[in-house]
């Protein structure tokens, strides 16, 4: 296993104290992941001071060279680019020819098996993703992942909400890991909070264990981080202990509707910043004004299939060279879209991850973006699609469209390869034919 996921996975129960004070080590010296974060840096400085010509070959080559690599060692590549009579060897021979590269959908890459398009994936870890539109992919992410993501999150938050890397947040996301409802993820300098669970209990653990421990960022889903905005409304005594060191907070995997975030920043204080990207690592784009996105071509290269009107993001990944995303559809719908000097310099969002939630059996509101895409369901590597359905309180049935394309075993069980660990409801499961959509042809993961 690489040293970076090692880290990852055996680390992140350190203790909070002992954390703390490791949590000064600058991420360029971090085992595992510090020369990933280093280039990466490096790679943001230079390319912010470059000329338009000087920008494009420097896009132009890394895109090139896994256009190259992907369709001489991919199957699901090389199948696709030759019925498409397209060879990149031949074909891509300057910037201008990025448009060239035939755009990949999710639709397409279910049609094949994840080891045919993938390579080199025993150095990798295997992860899913539903994104807005709520189709399972599953694919493999490389160790450098890591250290490259959070360079240019780093990035970001630093430029946007003064933050410093020691800076403690408290995380609200899908985790279903989280051990005595709040407990200290070391590799990301946070701790994380069970969403899954009762806010009056995980009220006495952070007013008792960790009443002293500033926290200075909350980071997770606009919906999650809501309804701890809500309770905190019938908790002063939480209310203040969180505002009491808090910077900011920082939304991110649900489209932040403005109603989500005028209650959050009324009940702590502070101002909102959301951040744009995805499971599939192909874009980072940060807000420069209220749903107003630029993105950093740096992390991925990031276009639209039309320059006027809406159109749909799309992007190619450099460095995930196990499961190349080129030119790939995020379905994702943008408008307002600005070019600058023949690159994409900001986008606004129209459809996004939307935070919808069901109800437990204690009526706590479960935001299905954490119980859905926030774990690795067995149940992804055979769907094309997963939706939810709530008609009773604590009861949800699973909706799922078998992928047809893969042979399933005669023992298969889709309760079997549901993650329902931590949440007090019951699952029932349904195969149904086509995913359910709304009058206007829309995908929703809550029916």
């Known amino acids: 296993m690489n040293l970076g996921f090692f ?114 994936f025993t150095k990798a870890v295997q992860v899913n993703t539903g994104g807005s539109s709520g189709k399972t992919l599953s694919f493999f992410t490389p160790s450098e992942k890591m250290g490259i993501e959070w360079a240019h999150l780093h990035y970001i938050w630093k430029k946007q909400m003064k933050f410093k890397v020691p800076e403690l947040k408290l995380m609200l996301v899908g985790r279903n ?32 264990k960790y009443k002293k421990v500033q926290i200075k960022f909350l980071h997770g889903y606009p919906s ?111 408008f307002n879209c600005e070019y600058r000097d023949s690159l994409l310099s900001s986008f606004s969002i129209k459809e996004g991850r939307s935070g919808e939630y069901i109800l437990d059996k204690k009526n706590k509101k479960i935001p299905l973006t954490g119980l859905i895409f926030g774990r690795h369901h067995k149940l992804f590597d055979y769907c094309v699609s997963i939706q939810a359905s709530q008609s009773e309180i604590g009861q949800v049935e699973i909706l799922y469209v078998i992928n047809q394309d893969i042979n399933l075993s005669k023992d298969f069980n889709p309760m079997n390869s549901f993650d329902s660990s931590k949440v007090d409801i019951e699952f029932t499961f349904r195969e149904i034919p086509e995913p359910v959509k709304s009058i206007s042809g829309k995908f929703k993961l809550l029916i």
């Not at 910037?95 to 049609?111: A, H, Q, S, T, V």
């Not at 409802?181 to 899954?196: E, K």
């Open 177 to 208: 890991d989280v051990r005595n409802y709040v407990d200290y993820d070391f590799v990301r300098n946070s701790l994380r909070l069970d969403i899954y669970s009762d806010y009056n209990t995980i009220s006495k653990v952070l007013l008792g």
């Open 224 to 334: 999650a981080i809501y309804e701890l905005a809500l309770y905190c409304k019938t908790n002063e005594q939480l209310k203040e202990r969180l505002k009491r060191d808090l910077k900011g907070i920082i939304l991110n995997s649900e489209f932040p509707y403005d109603y989500l975030r005028i209650t959050i920043e009324e009940v702590f204080g502070v101002k909102t910043n959301a951040f744009y990207g995805h499971s599939e690592g192909c874009i980072i784009a940060y807000e420069i004004d209220k749903n107003k996105y630029k993105p950093l071509h740096t992390y991925g290269y990031v276009e639209t299939d039309e320059t006027e009107g809406e159109s749909s993001l799309i992007g190619t990944n450099y460095y995930n060279f196990q499961s190349p995303m080129i030119r790939y559809d995020t379905e994702d719908i943008a």
């Open 7 to 120: 880290l990852r996975n055996n680390l992140n129960f350190m203790p909070y104290g002992i954390g703390k004070i490791i949590s000064f080590l600058p991420y360029s010296f971090r085992p595992g992941i510090s020369k990933s974060y280093r280039d990466s840096q490096k790679e943001l400085l230079v390319f912010n001071t470059l000329e338009k010509k000087k920008k494009e070959e420097y896009l132009f080559f890394k895109i090139k060279k896994i256009t190259i690599y992907a369709y001489q060692n991919i199957a699901f590549y090389k199948d696709y680019y030759n019925s498409l009579n397209f060879n990149p060897m031949m074909q891509l021979n300057s910037f201008n020819d990025i448009k060239r590269i035939p755009i990949i959908k999710k639709e397409l890459l279910l049609k094949y098996n994840i080891s045919d398009r993938s390579v080199n």
